[in-house]
């Protein structure tokens, strides 16, 4: 049986969306999202970073639900970098790597066989996928269910937020609260077999999330960051700020590859220092993850920028750490000594064990990277618990809170820990993950090593 969204009670030929459509769709967002990864990952994709980049951009905006329609120029100008207002006409970019993307995926359904699972379309002359799901066959080889859940998102309200729009909508209402935004907590879920799976958390966090009366904070980084702008005179950059500096002309012409036509418009170029108005998104992407975890265990959190945070916070409320301490100079602070540690380009260990390194060195390839993350559960100077949610780059950090978050992938490290401490969790912990990333993205990660004190 085939039930698409038109046939929902109440379907509005507007949207294209029934009243109950978008919900299911959202319900499954989390499910669709690991199913994207595992095709990004695949060989058909493997080999097309501008492919992986086209399908993971048009199925997160579906998955985020913004109301913006997916146009051929919008897609354009947020993927491959076009200006606003290039050629359609003359530049295909879009509509090619939508066959592409198309062919690819055919690709990899016709390898990964008849199993149940999820499948993701994009319909010819539409940029817009469409998702379904095929349960187990009966007996008679027939499919038990076949659910489509398609999109068509003009004039939509933004009903909600994904991580890809996390970052800059928190910290606006950051900044307008005092630098804090607190979220509701949500009783414990208790009932169901993804709540029965999942209920090992309650041991393997139980530090941080035992006083159910004060918010956790997540501290996001501030990382120092430069804008590349542009200048009317040659000291012209001088009247923004002390901290901005003009360009060379050597690093002026690598830069100009990237910058918009506003900066190419302008005859002088400038580098403005802006430490406070930005955080990583691998940051913005494990707050959410830490958020979403803290409130399925009943524990309210407030997100709040690395540069609020004084010693007062730390010696009152529990903290969720996030980004290297190179990142974040309140993890430099914060952190005591343990195995793995630390430096601007690896994670050392101090006491390698069978088959480990001395050193987890960042390393880059073409439209790849291998970074390395810590999940780091310890205790501030001050005695209270601290969960730290760091790569060497962030990716890395978004990496570490996506294998947080994925009971599947976290409960043989809780199984190990209980192990090293002999039958429970120690109270303090690390686990070293392994972060393999394409165009800025966590495809997969791995724990290769853990320790418990």
Known sequence: MDTSIGSDPG????????????ARLLAHADEIRLHLR??????PFRSSGRSQKFLDYVVNRVLIDQAEPLKERTVGVEVFGRPPDYDTGDDAIVRVTAREVRRRLQKYYAGSGPAA?????????????????????????SPARRARLSARLN?????RLGWAALAP???????????????????????????????????????????????????LSNPRVFLYDGAASANGWRARTPLSAPVPAPLQHRLDRTADAGVLASPYRRLDFAPLDYTGMGEA?????AGQLLQAQGRPSQLIQARFLNWENARSRDLVLLGAPHMSAWVRQSLGSADFSFTQTAILNAHPGPGEKPAYVLRYAPNQVTDYALIWMTRSPSGRPILLLAGLLSVGTAGAGDFLGNPRLMRPVYEHLRALGHGSVP????????????????????????RAY
Do not use: C, M
């Open 285 to 289: 992407v494990s707050a959410f993850a």
């Open 427 to 450: 109270p303090r912990w690390q686990v070293l993950l392994k972060v393999t990333a394409r165009d800025g993205i966590p495809v997969d990660e791995t724990a290769i090593a853990w």
């Open 117 to 141: 699972g999820w499948r993701i379309d994009i319909p010819t002359g539409s940029y817009v996928p469409e998702f379904h799901f095929i349960e187990s066959r009966s007996p008679d080889g």
């Open 38 to 43: 595992s095709i990004l990952a695949s060989p």
């Open 169 to 219: 909508a928190w910290l606006a209402l950051g900044w307008l609260l005092g630098g804090h935004v607190r979220s509701r907590p949500k009783a414990p879920a208790d009932a169901g077999p993804v709540a029965a799976q999942a209920a090992f958390y309650r041991d393997l966090l139980a530090p941080i999330i035992k006083d159910r009366q004060h918010p956790v904070e997540i501290a």
């Open 11 to 22: 379907f509005d030929p507007g949207t294209g969306l029934g009243v109950n459509g978008q």
């Open 155 to 159: 004039g939509l309200p933004w009903r």
